[in-house]
Nanobody
Framework: QVQLVESGGGLVQAGGSLRLSCAAS????????MGWYRQAPGKQRELVAA???????NYADSVKGRFTISRDNAKDTVYLQMNSLKPEDTAVYFC?????????WGQGTQVTVSS
């Protein structure tokens, strides 16, 4: 069984910063891609950023230059540093981990950006 524990969400004013963390544990196997998705009310879940086991990154156009994804392979943890936050970044953020055994989702953490 795989567990993904997310932390770091909260309420912040526009222009502020937050750092999300997602730690994987259990029968993980080999972790390949780790990523962050978000879902705003009434909208589909969308990819925010992803990072491969080799460190290659991919970002949604809307967050390029503001968000940074990183990972600590020794801790099976992925991070999302979010700077210059905007009200439109408000959503539930989910981490996703793709392993040799399958893909897993975190429970989600709320990020609210006030104007």
């Amino acid at each position: 069984q795989v567990q993904l524990v997310e932390s770091g969400g909260g309420l912040v004013q526009a222009g502020g910063s937050l750092r999300l963390s997602c730690a994987a544990s259990g029968s993980i196997g080999r972790i390949n891609v780790m990523g962050w998705y978000r879902q705003a009310p009434g909208k589909q879940r969308e990819l925010v950023a992803a990072i491969s086991s080799g460190g290659s990154t991919n970002y949604a156009d809307s967050v390029k230059g503001r968000f940074t994804i990183s990972r600590d392979n020794a801790k099976d943890t992925v991070y999302l540093q979010m700077n210059s936050l905007k009200p439109e970044d408000t959503a539930v953020y989910f981490c996703n981990v793709a392993t040799t055994w399958g893909a897993y989702w975190g429970q989600g953490t709320q990020v609210t950006v006030s104007s």
